[in-house]
């Protein structure tokens, strides 16, 4: 009986269900947002040129100018003025051998054309033009600055001897578009003698906070002379004249101890001459006596003009 009563009581429930399912209103479902209309994303704005300034603000001793330079093949004169634009020039540290540039000159040079022999002819570019190798450097200084200037020195081996191809291919420097003279022996003409340590006096007023220093050399793609070498023969200090010139002075002293021992074998060799001389004159027989003491009197002189060439001293013998 209890069976019947709880079986009749479970059909009426499951009869009930799908009425009352269709009796209560539907369950609002939410809303879905509405997708925004996707734009075609803009590229980046493209990366501008670093800024390569070399900071001599604190400029008290001498500092030595070895990174941001700006490099550039041009003959274009106006690359030694300070509103010239080398944004696009590659940067290089002064190391002793740097990368190439790119040569923009060649690389834009116009297409080769036919000519009417039927053979194509490419047309020259700045015809005529000298081309030159440009090292620039954006330089801050702090305000009311004392003197600045620049020395260029060498190594003290570079200068050991003197040849007759040591000489040329000095730098041209300029200051602010300025073209600077060096000081020193022959300073007015200073690529007729061999390369020695030199210094520029910039004359910045102190006004001028901004200085851009560049330095020109003649291009030579390959060979020891190359720009791509340019720093290795060459250390550059900016600071007061007055502590350049003591730097100078210790390079001298540095120089002339290095050919110390060489000026003393030459006086060592003039006294030999003078000896065998000697002993021709006293016993006249043995002419080699003679030829020997005339080769090393010949030989004695050499240490000397070295000395004197080394210093771009060679006309005041």
């Known amino acids: ?14 009869g ?21 209309h996707s734009r075609a994303k803009t590229a980046p ?44 020039w590659a940067i290089r540290n002064a190391q002793a051998f740097i990368s190439d540039v790119p040569d923009e000159e060649n690389e834009g040079s116009a297409p080769a054309v036919q000519n009417g022999s039927g053979s194509t002819a490419k047309p020259a570019t700045n015809a005529g033009s000298q081309r030159y190798a440009w090292f620039r450097l954006h330089i801050k200084l702090a305000p009311n600055h004392g003197p600045i200037a620049l020395l260029i020195e060498l190594p ?22 300025r073209h600077i003279q060096p ?13 020695i340590s030199r210094i520029y006096d910039l004359n910045v007023p102190a006004s001028e906070t901004s200085l851009t220093l560049v330095v020109r050399v003649l291009y030579l793609s390959t060979g020891y002379g190359a720009y791509t070498t340019f720093f290795a023969n060459r250390t ?19 120089s002339l101890f290095e050919r110390l021992p060489r000026l003393i074998y030459c006086v060592l060799l003039a006294l030999l001459a003078i000896f065998l001389f000697a002993l021709y004159l006293t016993q006249r027989d043995p002419t080699e006596y ?16 070295e000395l004197a060439g080394s210093s771009a001293r060679i006309d005041t013998l």
């Open 290 to 305: 003679l030829w020997l003491a005339l080769h090393e009197l010949a030989q004695a002189p050499l240490g000397f003009i």
């Open 183 to 195: 000081e020193g022996p022959h300073g007015d003409a200073p690529q007729r003698y061999q390369l």
């Open 16 to 36: 009930a269900m799908p009425l009352l399912a269709q009796a209560l209103p539907p369950t609002p479902s939410a809303p879905v947002p509405a997708q925004p």
């Open 156 to 177: 003290v081996s570079a200068n050991a001897s003197f040849s007759l191809d040591s000489t040329g291919n000095n730098p041209d420097v300029y200051a602010n578009g």
């Open 236 to 254: 550059f200090y900016l600071g007061n004249p007055g502590d350049l010139a003591r730097e100078l002075n210790l390079w001298s002293n540095r």
């Open 1 to 14: 009986m209890r069976f019947r009563v709880l079986a009749t009581v479970w059909f009426a429930v499951c």
């Open 45 to 88: 704005p493209a990366p501008s040129p670093p800024q390569a300034i070399f900071d001599a603000t604190s400029l008290g001793s001498p500092l030595q100018l070895q990174s941001n330079w700006r490099v550039g093949i041009t003959s274009d004169p106006s690359a030694s003025s300070p509103s010239f634009d080398d944004s696009n």
